[in-house]
T-cell receptor
């Protein structure tokens, strides 16, 4: 079955602009999580959605937001882009919220460069 | 919030050498533990996981990890590495309280020289 699909794979924006990233989870997966990966900070949790509701949020400013649709697809938005937002944004899906057998499957990521 | 420590960020070794990567976490309660691997140009993939039971878990490609609760550690090992094991390895922790949130370590960049 198809994996986690993220679009676009690469994009370049300038400071002050906004960006929307999309994630299509594995079919049947209802939980979608987002992570930011940078060389300096590593992988940091942004937020998790389940059944169209944000279930958990990491320590990021309000410029970072997301949503989930009824088909479990998710988008994240970053407004007023800053240079430090340049990163690989990873989406991960899992069948449901944690019972102990849950494992995240990651997509290839969207690489954002802010100039 | 829990934190995860991985030491020796850059590791260089020759084929057939043994590999051990350390992982320590800060949470005192029950945790789920994972090792993920990111090969050059590829996405993060699960290497192995620990939820409960036998503290020695085996994963793909000959990797294994040992959970030592008293040391808050989950170290990754492979007895004999291959060039194809060149990758970045991430340890991650989840606190099982109804979410899938992972706290990741900073990763170990492993280079295996043929």
């Amino acid at each position: 079955k198809a994996g986690v699909t993220q679009t676009p794979r690469y994009l370049i924006k300038t400071r002050g602009q906004q960006v929307t990233l999309s994630c299509s989870p594995i079919s049947g997966h209802r939980s979608v999580s987002w992570y930011q990966q940078t060389p300096g900070q590593g992988l940091q949790f942004l937020f998790e959605y389940f059944s169209e509701t944000q279930r958990n949020k990491g320590n990021f400013p309000g410029r970072f937001s997301g949503r989930q649709f009824s088909n479990s697809r998710s988008e994240m938005n970053v407004s007023t882009l800053e240079l430090g937002d340049s990163a690989l944004y990873l989406c991960a899906s899992s069948p449901q919220l944690e019972p102990r057998a849950n494992v995240l499957t990651f997509g290839a990521g969207s690489r954002l460069t802010v100039l | 919030a829990q934190s995860v420590s991985q030491h020796n960020h850059h590791v260089i070794l020759s084929e057939a050498a043994s590999l051990e990567l350390g992982c320590n976490y800060s949470y005192g309660g029950t945790v789920n533990l994972f090792w993920y691997v990111q090969y050059p140009g590829q996405h993060l993939q699960l290497l192995l996981k620990y939820f409960s039971g036998d503290p020695l878990v085996k994963g793909i490609k000959g990797f294994e990890a040992e959970f030592i609760k008293s040391k808050f550690s989950f170290n990754l090992r492979k007895p004999s590495v291959q060039w194809s094991d060149t990758a970045e390895y991430f340890c991650a922790v989840n606190v099982p309280n109804g979410n899938n949130r992972l706290a990741f370590g900073k990763g170990n960049q492993v280079v295996v020289i043929p």
